[in-house]
């Protein structure tokens, strides 16, 4: 272990940007104190890789366009020229329709606002608010798996705590009566974390006291999560009326409240998910519970010899992983029609892998970032 | 004598630091070329740019007189300069002859790997140099020091002429060390050169034909062993006069800090590990503990530091008694501890210094407002500490992980000897530090010591156990053989006690040996 400075110095010899090590400072980054650290990435670095990610994916997906559209071989049948125009004109249509799904038409934008029309108004911006409606739970889940990286667990089950989240906030926001809003709304959003955190509280515990693997060990109470809310929307969760596997509706005073008419969704939670954003940013780097939470993240033994309780943390750390995660699965339910039903896996699978990549980044770049590649994937599938 | 290897002005600047600085060096066939240096002096930067990794910014290379240049470790081998790595290079579910073949495979026809004309060979490199090793054992069930003969076989293997051994006896034991002295000598006899990096004084006095010095990355001096002594070397490395010798007061004991009555700890695997220890340490004393690592001082102190459970006995700290108590608790009642591992246990290695610094108080006020910690007052007590205890950071921000092994120990004296204590608990302080930094720490704790703070040593170098302890223990298979006031106690003496020879054989051993010696 000697020599050890001679052998550090060259990470920082070169000032050239090179991917692969600012990813893994990334990763590795703690934090900075307000100062510039010396030798620090600037911004434009911290933010290229996301750009780099975002354009090699729209490279490859350009690319599966092109082979995958009909017209592209007939008119390369014709002759190589058209051939190569009809595949730029394909990528094209299909991006520009990404970007009016994601962000909306521009013209259209422009054209509404000198009309009128307010619901053609509405329209015109819905697809942007929309962005963010749907980004909503997205942050909340990423937030998850962040903080449990910082704390040192794999919180790959985040979609298990989605599932309790979404099942607990449902029935406390349709089986709860007689409350005003000011009360049963918070109450519907808590039960959607603690619901979340529960889940998370069972592979903390086994892992703090049994040492098994949190990975194994969130990935079964997943199926267990999508099991039991199989047999609750068709049983005791079941929407009476129904003859779908739908939940009852929740109660308007439990609606998180929506900021424009119809059909614009907007809503409250997407501030509640940056303030959540700022509050774990604040517990994980300011507090004395995040000191201990990174500590025991990064080195367990360390974190024993200073006095820390480790396993009080661990277990800790997959509860508040799991209650954020509950949180997406409560904002996932009042994305949809303020119902619970049954998420196909596939598209939850999807989703977690950004969650990993997106994790390593720090809570508040995370959240604004995050917004944008996901806007992408989803616009993608809703254009195609 | 002809140069094999000639470096001549090699310089390599890293931002904001000069490692290398214009270095002329000359190998000489058939000697063994002494590297002494500090950590951080630019030893390994060097042999860095000699092995490929990285390219000089200015000077040049010359083996056997024609300038060359190196750009990759493969290269190097090509043009005969070869490295034992500090960190072994090996795999360890492989056998020693895939080992050595491995980037070099032997190979028969239709390209199937020919182990038997490798092992042949490796066993004839294995008898022409003293080589000791059977090819058929895997590398995972060979100990250390075999592992570094097939490192060095490795080399040979490649056809080597230069080889470069960095630090090679951190991971030895003694024994260990004194056989890899002996197969330096048959390779030297048999017109290899050996350039041979470390810090260790007695080591180079020993092997070298010629020591070149090196700090903050320029070339000091050379000499020959037979002109040179510890003193003038060491003060060459550090830029000053160094003392090896500590002036040491009397101590004086007061009351008693820390009682440990039939202590009885087992390990993970449930053995025995300390078995049945008692012992006092009062104010203003050093107790060492001597031993053989693996004896039980680990358990030891880990026991009485709260991190591991006690299964019988008990540990009274200033008269309450701690037992079963936590680090923190441990912590809060007055006493420190320097543990074995500094970077398993003391650090967090990607964590900045300045966390490091409060890593044991971060929850207690000033740094601490409710659940709210003040990074600014974190910040003022790290750039504090880094000024007081010398450490050479290039910011209280830096990782911790990113200083050298030296800075790291004193990033953890400085965190537990700048709080108000009654007890330190100092396990293996030193490990693997340079001279500078040693003596940094070894006036630090009898500082503490003359300040009224009962401290517990336990290290596995005699010599430091020697020249710091007012009472030595000595630790054999989990008990405490015994405890001998430091004017008693010679080295052979304690040497044999570490051995397992009972105290009254001892005694009579140490004598006789003295009288021969007389």
């Not at chain 2, 052979?492 to 007389?518: N, R």
Request: glycine content about 8%; hydrophobic content about 45%.
């Amino acid at each position: 272990m000697t020599d050890q400075e001679e052998n550090k110095i060259p990470q920082d010899e070169k000032n050239k940007p090179e991917i692969g090590k600012i990813f893994l400072e990334e990763i590795n980054n703690q934090f900075s104190h307000g100062q510039k650290k010396k030798g620090h990435r600037t911004i434009g670095q911290v933010i290229l890789i996301p750009i780099l990610a975002v354009v090699t994916g729209l490279i490859l997906g350009g690319i599966f366009i092109i082979f995958t559209t009909e017209q592209v071989y007939t008119a390369f049948g014709q002759s190589f020229g058209a051939g190569l125009y009809t595949a730029l004109d394909v990528v094209t249509k299909a991006y520009a329709a990404l970007f009016t799904g994601a962000f909306g038409n521009p013209a259209r934008m422009i054209a509404a606002l000198s009309s009128p029309d307010q619901v053609e108004v509405r329209r015109a911006f819905n697809p942007f608010l929309e962005s963010l409606v749907t980004s909503t739970p997205y942050i909340f889940a990423g937030l998850a798996v962040a903080l449990g990286f910082r704390a040192g667990v794999f919180n790959i089950g985040a979609e298990g705590q989605i599932f309790i989240g979404a099942i607990t906030a449902t029935y406390v926001g349709y089986s709860v009566t007689g409350l005003p809003a000011i009360i049963h709304l918070p109450l519907a959003l808590l039960a959607g974390a603690l619901g979340g955190a529960a889940w998370g509280f069972i592979p903390g515990w086994l892992k703090a006291k049994t040492g098994g693997h949190e990975v194994i060990n969130t990935i079964m109470m997943n199926y267990i999560a999508f099991r039991l809310s199989d047999w609750l929307l068709t049983g005791p969760m079941k929407r009476p009326e129904s003859f779908n596997p739908v939940s009852p509706e929740v109660l308007p005073s439990a609606w998180i409240p929506q900021f424009f008419p119809a059909p614009i969704r907007f809503h409250l939670g997407f501030f509640i998910a940056l303030a959540i954003a700022y509050l774990v940013y604040w517990l994980l780097f300011k507090t004395t519970w995040g000191f201990n939470l990174r500590t025991v993240g990064t080195n367990p033994s360390a974190a024993k010899y200073a006095g820390m309780n480790v396993s009080f943390n661990i277990i800790l750390a997959m509860c508040l992983s799991g209650a954020l995660a509950g949180l997406a699965g409560t904002n996932e339910v009042w994305r949809s029609t303020a119902t619970w039903r049954w998420l196909s896996p596939q598209v939850t699978v999807l989703i977690v892998l950004p969650w990993l990549y997106w994790a390593t980044t720090t809570p508040l770049a995370w959240s604004w970032l995050h917004y944008y590649s996901v806007r992408s994937v989803v616009g993608r599938l809703g254009c195609s | 004598m002809t140069s094999v290897l000639e470096l001549r002005g090699i310089t390599k600047r890293f931002p904001g630091v000069l490692a290398n600085d214009h270095i002329d060096l000359t190998l000489e066939k058939g000697a063994v070329h002494a590297l002494l240096g500090e950590n951080g002096a630019g030893k390994t930067t060097l042999m860095n740019i000699l092995y490929g990794l990285y390219q000089p910014d200015e000077g040049e290379i010359f083996v056997d007189g024609q300038p060359i240049k190196v750009h990759s470790p493969s290269d190097a081998i090509r043009k005969g300069i070869g490295m034992v790595h500090q960190h072994f290079m090996l795999i360890p579910v492989f056998t020693v002859t895939e080992n050595v073949m491995l980037g070099e495979e032997a190979l028969r026809l239709g390209g199937f790997l020919d182990r038997n004309k490798a092992a042949k060979k490796i066993l004839h490199i294995s008898e022409q140099y003293n080589l000791e090793v059977d090819p058929d054992s895997y590398i995972k069930d060979l100990p250390v020091g075999v592992q570094q003969r097939v490192e060095i076989i490795k080399l040979l293997y490649r056809k080597a002429n230069i080889l470069i051994f960095d630090e090679p006896t951190a991971v030895l034991t003694p024994q260990e060390a004194d056989e890899l002295f002996k197969i330096m000598h048959s390779l030297t006899e048999q017109d290899k050169s050996i350039i041979f990096i470390t810090h260790k004084l007695r080591e180079v006095l020993a092997v070298a034909d010629l020591i070149t010095v090196i700090r903050r990355g320029k070339v000091i001096g050379s000499v020959k062993p037979a002109e040179a002594d510890q003193k003038k070397l060491a003060s060459m490395m550090v830029g000053r006069d160094v003392k090896l010798e500590l002036d040491k007061g009397k101590a004086k004991p007061g009351e008693v800090v820390l009682q440990v009555e039939n202590l009885l700890v087992t390990d993970d695997a449930h053995r025995l590990e300390v078995d049945n220890v008692s012992f006092e340490i009062k104010k203003g004393e050093i107790l060492g503990i001597a031993g053989i690592q693996g004896n039980g001082q680990t358990e030891l102190v880990e026991a009485i530091t709260g991190m591991r459970d006690v299964d019988e006995g008990k540990i009274l700290l200033l008269g309450r008694n701690v037992t079963h108590l936590s680090p923190r608790v441990f912590t809060e009642a007055g006493s420190a501890h320097i543990p074995e591992d500094r970077q398993r246990d003391g650090l967090v290695l990607p964590f900045p210094v300045m966390e490091n610094l409060i890593l044991c108080t971060y929850y207690l006020p000033p740094y601490a407002e409710g659940p709210v910690i003040q990074w600014h007052l974190a910040l003022q007590n790290a750039e504090k500490l880094v000024q007081d205890f010398d450490i050479r950071t290039p910011s209280a921000l830096t990782p911790a992980g990113s200083l050298s092994g030296g800075n790291q120990q004193k990033v953890i004296v400085a965190r537990e000897l700048s709080r108000p204590i009654h007890l330190l608990i100092a396990a293996q302080p030193t490990r693997g530090l340079d001279v500078g930094s040693i003596e940094y720490i070894h006036a630090q704790i009898l500082k503490r010591r003359d300040e009224g703070v009962a401290v517990l040593l336990a290290s596995t170098e005699l010599d430091e156990i020697m020249q710091l302890s007012d009472r030595i223990a000595v630790m054999y298979r989990g008990r405490i053989t015994a405890i001998v006031p430091a004017e008693e106690a010679t080295k052979e003496y304690i040497g044999l006690l570490m051995a397992g020879i009972s105290p009254e054989d001892a005694k009579t051993q140490a004598v006789k040996k003295h009288e021969i010696t007389v």
